[in-house]
């Protein structure tokens, strides 16, 4: 017949989650992690034990054995069905008093085999379990002083045999405690390791929608900037209509690109693009230059071998550098330079300033956004007035070897072959 109604995912009465949560929450306050059948096993055992001792003691009479239960029961019911958590001193007394009780009168002939020590062994482990190791050692000392006692008087036989077992009681919660507080350092750490890589990946997230935001807005106002000034000049009416067009599509190319962004919050099955890299800086500066922004790239040195995330770091931060040319001074040419050495990339992004560029007004996140950007590639950047020029110069360091070539090919290679060098104007 079932206590209570049923979890109905799991098929366990709400009655025992209830105790279960609430025996949980208690150990939590105090810093510990125990699975539920730990104290209910020491609590079992310490009951059963004072069950033993009144079959070998037909001495005890029936007040004493109400009050030794109404001393052990007492606390126990505070402990599981209550908000109270019992301090340790007080229930010490109680179940010490109901085992001082047991002890007044002598077993029947079990010698070595009285269940008391297991009593006082339970109930050393709980507190060992729960206080520190100080608490435990003084309800453990006193436990042995009190078998002593009571084998003096004649009520208790094997002494060193109890005092043994209440030892290994002492050492078990010792251990479970040490567990227990490792267990919820553990579980906190693993909490706030979460927290900081939801953090993170937070940050990430927003800095790509950044810069594809800040970057496909500035070209497509510079591909309308040209249709309206052809509209208004009366010029062709059709390279207007292209200039739409291709705002258009600069607009749904990042719709699509903000999509994907989004979309490493979902499962991992979803169809994804890649991710730009180092390859598609010429395509980048393409695509500004068909806006309308004189734009140039060269690239010294192998662009293949930077890992993913410093050719995707080195892409925002152009990405990035030709925005804030489009938007504080529009119609500056620009040239993008890229050399990859052996050890590091150095990336060189320099605007001629045929108008005065805009003041920042610090309200952007741009240049903070790439500095932060080159902090976590293990980089450095710097942004600022270089003459009648603003330059923007990072050197990112180049932590993936080549996994394709060992050390002596690849000088070999560098000796013998001339580097690459691609140039777009």
């Given amino acids: 017949m079932p206590c209570g109604p049923y979890h109905r995912d799991m098929g366990i009465p709400t009655t025992v989650l209830r105790l279960k949560a609430k025996f949980e929450d208690k150990d939590a306050a105090k810093g510990l992690v125990y699975a539920w059948w730990i104290p209910l096993a020491c609590t079992t055992g310490l009951l059963v034990s004072v069950a033993v001792t009144f079959v070998q003691r037909d001495q005890l009479t029936a007040v004493q054995i109400a009050g030794v239960l109404a001393l052990v029961l007492v606390p126990l019911a505070y402990m599981w069905f209550s908000d109270w958590w019992v301090p340790w001193w007080l229930d010490m007394v109680s179940t010490f008093t109901a085992v001082a009780i047991i002890l007044s009168s002598p077993a029947d002939g079990v010698g070595a085999a009285d269940a008391v020590s297991w009593a006082l062994m339970f109930a050393v482990s709980k507190y060992a379990a729960t206080e520190r190791f100080r608490i435990a050692a003084i309800t453990a000392a006193t436990a042995a002083g009190m078998m002593a006692v009571a084998s003096s008087?004649?009520?208790?036989?094997?002494?060193?045999?109890?005092?043994?077992?209440?030892?290994?009681?002492?050492?078990?919660?010792?251990?479970?405690y040490t567990q227990a507080r490792a267990l919820a350092a553990e579980r906190a750490a693993l909490a706030m390791e979460h927290t900081s890589a939801t953090l993170a990946e937070r940050d990430r997230i927003a800095r790509e929608i950044h810069d594809l935001v800040a970057h496909s807005l500035s070209v497509t106002m510079l591909h309308i900037t040209g249709a309206r000034r052809l509209l208004a000049n009366g010029d062709d009416v059709e390279e207007a209509i292209e200039a739409l067009r291709d705002a258009e599509h600069v607009g749904r190319q990042a719709m699509q690109d903000i999509r994907n962004t989004v979309s490493s919050l979902a499962t991992d099955n979803d169809p994804r693009r890649p991710l730009p890299s180092a390859d598609d800086l010429p395509s980048l500066v393409d695509r500004v230059r068909g806006a309308g922004l004189p734009a140039s790239y060269d690239v010294h040195g192998d662009v293949k071998q930077l890992p993913p995330a410093l050719g995707l770091g080195l892409y925002r931060i152009v990405q990035e550098s030709l925005t804030n040319v489009a938007k504080h001074a529009p119609g500056s040419p620009v040239h993008v330079s890229l050399a990859v050495g052996r050890s590091d990339a150095r990336l060189t992004v320099r605007s001629t300033r045929t108008v005065p560029h805009a003041a920042p007004d610090g309200s952007g996140s741009g240049i903070t956004g790439m500095t932060a950007r080159v902090s976590q590639l293990g980089g450095t950047l710097t942004a600022g007035p270089d003459g009648d020029a603003w330059v923007?110069?990072?050197?990112?360091?180049?932590?993936?070897?080549?996994?394709?070539?060992?050390?002596?090919?690849?000088?070999?290679?560098?000796l013998t072959e001339p580097k690459p060098k691609q140039a777009t104007t």
């Fill in 153 to 176: 008087g004649g009520h208790l036989n094997g002494l060193p045999l109890h005092v043994t077992l209440v030892t290994l009681g002492l050492v078990a919660g010792a251990m479970l």
């Fill in 392 to 414: 923007v110069e990072s050197t990112l360091p180049i932590t993936q070897d080549d996994a394709h070539h060992c050390a002596v090919t690849r000088t070999i290679s560098e």
